[in-house]
């Protein structure tokens, strides 16, 4: 029996769904390098939410939200704020709920009312200026 409706075979239908799944793999292979670089070369922006408050003579700062930050402080005039004459720092904070309280009238303070003061985060080492705000004397 001669059988001419298979004659031809089915290779040339093999042949196209392989090239069609060599394409789809192709395309997602290099989808999945590009994003991955893209990704990995896209800065991250700080993820906080700090209430900042001055009561007096102080400088209250609160911390409500942290996504990403790893420190939060206080500074002024590109200075850390500090509490003694021994010129140590404030510890500075990072987690919800923390209070970061600068005194101006502390023994040493460098907190000068009437002034600039800048929120500082740290993030994977690098130091970013949040926001700034003005002290009332």
Known sequence: M????GSRGLSPVIGVILLVAL???LVGL???VLFDTVES???TSPDVSVELIQNDKKVEM???HNGNVDEIYLSQNGEELQDNEKGTTYDRVSD???VYIADSEAEGSNLELGESVQ???VM????VMLTSFETIE
């Open 96 to 98: 919800v709920g923390d």
């Open 62 to 64: 609160t911390v409500f």
């Open 124 to 127: 994977e080492g690098s130091k």
């Open 2 to 5: 001669n059988n001419t409706r």
């Open 41 to 43: 070369s896209v800065s």
């Open 23 to 25: 394409t789809v793999a």
């Open 30 to 32: 290099f989808t999945g």
């Open 119 to 121: 929120v500082i985060v």
